[in-house]
């Protein structure tokens, strides 16, 4: 399967800025082999600013990864805003009329949020409606090892947890989903942030809190766990893009 990865981060390109995330959905691939499935996959990076020009080729994919992102979204502004429109108006087509899989991360997780209608803004709500281009430096943050508790039952906890279960991962945001999307569910939530892992029903699209390349079992509970429960996440979501892709039942 080939991949895209749709750089958000609002400084310039680098190919190379997520390359933990890259190798997370390598390693990811390779659980696949221990199941009914053997995938490869390769992953091509792009920058929100250079999106519209790489709009031919986007047939291609099979599915896409929406990055990380380190600064505020009331950052982005002037020629960002046009820029970020477009790649969600493209995510939203591709969803609606292609059925292609997109997985958000952190950042990527609040971009999609409100690329379908939903709303995002710092944790803390003492900074509710701030304009800012950094993160204040004292307000609250969900970072570290967090358990996070299912909502809803889905696929994208096999081999981790049955619901009502519980699992660890890793975070590291300062803002948050607070209206879930339209047509979208909730199925996680942590102590802090309520919306940790949200998805489109009948479509293999995603948006997690969590950094799932980056998640490993840091509670004894989880020690026998056959991979980290992040990457564990990563697989399943490359499972089912594969069978959506290759119409092939995951049973």
Not at 46 to 71: A, V
Not at 143 to 166: M, Q, S, W
Request: a negative charge; proline letters at 7%; aromatic letters at 10%.
């Amino acid at each position: 399967m080939r991949g895209l990865l749709i750089d958000i981060e609002r400084k310039p390109p680098d190919a190379s800025r997520y390359q933990e995330l890259q190798n997370g959905i390598i390693q990811a691939a390779a659980l696949t082999q221990n199941s009914s499935l053997s995938i490869n996959v390769s992953l091509d990076y792009i920058h929100f600013t250079n999106f519209e020009n790489q709009q031919p080729d986007f047939p291609e994919y099979d599915f896409f990864i929406l990055s990380p992102q380190g600064c505020p979204w009331s950052s982005y502004q002037g020629r960002d805003i046009p820029h970020l429109n477009f790649v969600a108006g493209t995510i939203r087509e591709f969803v609606f009329h292609k059925q292609l899989p997109v997985l958000g991360i952190c950042g990527g997780h609040q971009f999609l949020t409100m690329a379908f209608g939903g709303e995002i803004g710092l944790i803390d709500h003492n900074y509710a409606g701030i304009v800012t281009t950094a993160y204040p430096k004292d307000c609250s943050a969900e970072r570290g090892p967090t358990v996070i508790r299912t909502l809803k039952e889905d696929p994208i906890f096999e081999g981790i947890t049955v619901h009502p279960g519980k699992f660890c991962v890793i975070q590291n945001h300062v803002e948050e989903v607070k209206i879930v999307p339209p047509a979208f569910i909730n199925l996680a939530s942590s102590e802090l942030s309520a919306s940790q892992l949200i998805r489109l029903p009948g479509k293999i699209v995603y948006g997690t809190a969590f950094h799932p390349e980056r998640s490993w079992s840091h509670d004894k509970s989880f020690q026998n766990a056959p991979a980290p429960n992040g990457k564990i996440i990563l697989a399943n979501f490359l499972k089912m893009a594969y069978c959506a892709g290759n119409s092939t039942d995951l049973n």
